[in-house]
Nanobody, 121 residues
C-alpha cells in the first residue's frame, strides 16, 4: 500500500515536499514514480527514480524545479517541489513498478490514492 502526504495550498514561487510511504512491502524492489492529474486533464508523468536512487527521470515541465528522492530503509519516496507555479495544481500520485524509470503509467503496478496540491497565484 502506498500513501501520499504533504499536499496542501502553497503560493506561487513557494515550495512543498510530498512523501509517499509504503506499507506491507518494501519499495527496495521497485522503481518509484510520481504522476499528477489536474482537473479536466489526463494523468501525466512527473518524475521517476531507480531502485537505488542512482538515476532519475523528469518531465520537461518540472525539470530543474522538482527533485525525486528515496530512502529505502524508511520505505519512503519524496518529491521536493520548488518554484511552484499555478500549473502545478493537481492531485499527485505515487506509483511503484518493476521497470526501468519510465513515463508510461502502464509500467507501474501499484498506486496511492493521491494528495492534492493547490498553487495560488
Amino acid at each position: 500500500q502506498l500513501v501520499e502526504s504533504g499536499g496542501g495550498l502553497v503560493q506561487a514561487g513557494g515550495s512543498l515536499r510530498l512523501s509517499c510511504a509504503a506499507s506491507g512491502g518494501t519499495i527496495s524492489w521497485y522503481t518509484m514514480g510520481w504522476f499528477r492529474q489536474a482537473p479536466g486533464k489526463e494523468r501525466e508523468f512527473v518524475a521517476a527514480i531507480t531502485l537505488t536512487g542512482d538515476s532519475t527521470l523528469y518531465s520537461d515541465s518540472v525539470k530543474g524545479r522538482f527533485t525525486i528522492s528515496r530512502i529505502n530503509d524508511e520505505n519512503t519516496v519524496f518529491l521536493q517541489m520548488n518554484s511552484v507555479k499555478p500549473d502545478d495544481t493537481a492531485v499527485y500520485y505515487c506509483a511503484a513498478g518493476q521497470t526501468i524509470p519510465t513515463r508510461s503509467e502502464r509500467r507501474y503496478d501499484y498506486w496511492g490514492q493521491g494528495t492534492q496540491v493547490t498553487v495560488s497565484s
